[in-house]
């Protein structure tokens, strides 16, 4: 079964870092374009950061110069790197990207399971 698996989401203070990451699982051929979006509690859900399958790259405002999304395309995997976290970042993530999986060669949206991240003062 083909999916998305998110970790590395936990408790950091003010100022530190975490790095995401993003893996394809399955039988899977390729992985295309992929963006990070996170929702925090009565908030709608905003993209963070998106990179396309040719390698441009997009930041939402408020994280630009802080995060940075790189893709492993061997791998299947992305990663966001967060730094200088701030109280207001504190969210669930969650990842998007276009898988091509092996049984019908078709590209297709996929969303991980999400994984928090709390930033304490």
């Known amino acids: 079964q083909v999916a998305l698996v998110e970790s590395g989401g936990g408790l950091v203070q003010a100022g530190g870092s975490l790095q995401l990451s993003c893996a394809a699982s399955?039988?899977?051929?390729?992985?295309?374009?992929m963006s990070w979006y996170r929702q925090a509690p009565g908030k709608q859900r905003e993209l963070v950061a998106q990179?396309?399958?040719?390698?441009?790259?997009n930041y939402g405002d408020s994280v630009k110069g802080r995060f940075t999304i790189s893709v492993d395309s061997v791998e299947k995997t992305g990663f966001l790197l967060m730094n200088d976290l701030k109280p207001e970042d504190t969210a669930v993530y969650y990842c998007?990207?276009?898988?091509?999986?092996?049984?019908?060669?078709?590209?297709?949206?996929?969303w991980g399971q999400g994984t928090q991240v709390t930033v304490s003062a």
């Open positions: 990179a396309a399958s040719m390698g441009t790259t």
């Open positions: 399955g039988s899977v051929l390729r992985l295309g374009a």
């Open positions: 998007h990207a276009i898988l091509v999986p092996l049984h019908s060669e078709i590209p297709e949206n996929y």
